[in-house]
């Protein structure tokens, strides 16, 4: 493939544990790749210097409008930046923002996308951005969200969990790669094996365990404590890498909390296995 294949999901959805994973079968190294050199390895859509390089000027005063002009631009000179394909994360949902596609067609090899439970979801999501777990709820459930700019990034395009996962899971001409991060966790070789082969690289199964050893929680977290990670919170007040478990919304959220997004998304989670015959959740 050649031009971006996407590395999409929702926010605290395993997107860095994919990154991670990609980065070290990649480099097929003896030793771990750090977690900070990441973005050698897989860009960020929404990198702000990339913006501004070629916009040839701050940001600041552009118009919605001219910030998605831009968006295409920067769009297309990351997927001609290697002669193969090139691994973009986003969290951005698919639809049109400031009259242009968030995600770019022309730009577009493939992506891979990462689903998750949303009631873990808004577990790791509350404790990242340090507001409440019912107001995260409430986030994943609106489809006007918008996760603001920080640390260096665009403001994102995020809308529900139920929109984000059907507008990649449905688009139209898309050559998707599905992971659900339950999969991954409990079943790593079956799974990322699948997805070495999505992306024709060589099937090494000595490799495929180094990769994932070395993009194991335990290895990113302690990364993490041990040098920091460039995309946890500025001010430090939460670790990046939290628990990496399944389930843990069972403990942490109310009743009311899970009921209500387990209606808002029960087509979803029925579709990918979330709900068992009775409705109830599985994980």
């Not at 001219?66 to 973009?88: I, M, Y």
């Not at 770019?104 to 990462?114: C, E, L, M, W």
Request: glycine share 8%; aromatic share 10%; hydrophobic share 40%.
């Amino acid at each position: 493939m050649s031009g971006i294949i996407w590395l999409a999901s929702y926010p605290k959805s395993g997107n860095t544990w994919l990154r991670a994973f990609l980065a070290n079968y990649m480099s097929d190294s003896p030793e771990a790749v750090p977690i900070n050199e990441l973005p050698k390895f897989i860009y960020g859509d929404s990198h702000i210097p990339h913006y501004e390089q070629l916009a040839g000027q701050p940001l600041e005063g552009l118009s919605e409008e001219e910030l998605a002009v831009l968006r295409g631009r920067v769009h297309l000179w990351l997927a001609r930046a290697k002669p193969h394909e090139v691994f973009v994360k986003t969290h951005s949902a698919m639809g049109r923002v400031g009259g242009a596609p968030a995600i770019t067609p022309g730009a577009t090899a493939g992506a891979i996308y990462v689903i998750r439970n949303p009631c873990d979801v808004a577990v790791s999501f509350a404790h990242h951005y340090q507001i409440p777990v019912s107001r995260a709820v409430a986030l994943l459930c609106d489809d006007d969200n918008m996760l603001p700019a920080s640390g260096g990034q665009l403001a994102q395009f995020l809308s529900s969990w139920r929109r984000h996962v059907l507008g990649w899971t449905e688009a139209k001409g898309l050559t998707l790669h599905l992971m659900r991060y339950e999969d991954m966790l409990r079943a790593p070789e079956a799974t990322f094996g699948k997805l070495v082969a999505f992306l024709g690289f060589p099937a090494e199964p000595e490799r495929l365990e180094r990769a994932l050893a070395f993009s194991s929680f335990r290895e990113l977290s302690g990364q993490e404590q041990e040098s920091g990670f460039v995309e946890a919170r500025p001010d430090g007040k939460s670790a990046f890498f939290r628990a990496g478990e399944i389930g843990q919304h069972r403990c942490i959220l109310a009743d009311a909390d899970r009921q209500h997004l387990i209606d808002s998304n029960r087509d979803v989670l029925s579709k990918y296995g979330y709900l068992d015959d009775e409705g109830a959740l599985v994980f």
